[in-house]
């Protein structure tokens, strides 16, 4: 069965550096998504992204978050200045489109642990 | 976005049936029923969905009350594995398709 997957499992950076975290959507999906879940807490909206630009996004997703699919079949995820509470798990997901698909279900990868030193 | 209401936690016993609640008393017509579930250290998985009638798949049965205000996911046998945590979400049905979790209800199964 075709899966998400996200690069690297687990990364470090130090605070005010820039992180990338990578995502490998199911090949034929069009709308993308990308959520955190810091440690004990609950799975957050970040951003979701359809025909090459931001649909939707939370309050969490202020000016130091940026997405971006630069080719076909990547989409990532860029941090610009880390901050200590950007420590976190991130969650890519992918839905496919076509004729009925507004319900279709979110497929999740499992996640690139970011930890913010 | 309309809000579900879980129990916290649930225990259940190995090959039994585990009946999983949620109220959302403020649905709206054109909202439907989504379940999630979260395996430790894993990403959400997909369980189930629907409108108003009942829904069977491979992995679990989901039974929605005549008046839509809460709704029932039911594994028929609980195994080791289906210990996660399980969250009962509305999605509006539009183009974005967004999920809103909550905190949902942490299933433990034992032996």
């Known amino acids: 069965e075709p899966e998400v997957t996200q690069t690297p499992s687990h990364q470090v950076t130090q605070m005010g550096q820039e992180v990338i975290l990578r995502c490998v959507p199911i090949?034929?999906?069009?709308?993308f998504y990308w959520y955190r879940q810091i440690l004990g807490q609950k799975v957050e909206f970040l951003v979701s992204?359809?025909?090459?630009?931001?649909?939707?996004k939370s309050e969490i997703f202020d000016d130091q978050f940026s997405v971006e699919r630069p080719d076909g079949s990547n989409f990532t995820l860029k941090i610009r200045s880390t901050k200590l509470e950007d420590s976190a798990m991130y969650f890519c997901?992918?839905?496919?489109?076509?004729?009925?698909?507004?319900?279709?279900?979110?497929?999740f990868g499992n996640g690139t642990r970011l930890t913010v030193t | 976005d309309a809000k579900t209401t879980q129990p916290n936690s649930m225990e259940s016993n190995e090959e039994e049936p585990v009946h999983l609640p949620c109220n959302h008393s403020?649905?709206?017509?054109?909202?439907?029923i989504h379940w999630y579930r979260q395996l430790p250290s894993q990403g959400p998985e997909y369980v189930i969905h629907?409108?108003?009638s009942n829904v069977n798949n491979r992995m679990a049965s989901l039974a929605i009350a005549e008046d839509r205000k809460s709704s029932t996911l039911i594994l028929h046998r609980a195994t080791l594995r289906d210990a996660a945590v399980y969250y009962c979400?509305?999605?509006?049905?539009?183009?974005?398709?967004?999920?809103?979790f909550g905190q949902g209800t942490e299933l433990s199964v034992k032996p």
């Open positions: 997901a992918s839905r496919g489109t076509g004729a009925g698909s507004y319900n279709s279900p979110l497929h």
């Open positions: 090949s034929n999906h069009l709308y």
């Open positions: 992204f359809y025909n090459n630009e931001i649909s939707e």
């Open positions: 403020t649905i709206s017509g054109t909202d439907y």
């Open positions: 629907g409108l108003t």
């Open positions: 979400i509305l999605r509006r049905n539009n183009q974005g398709g967004k999920l809103i």
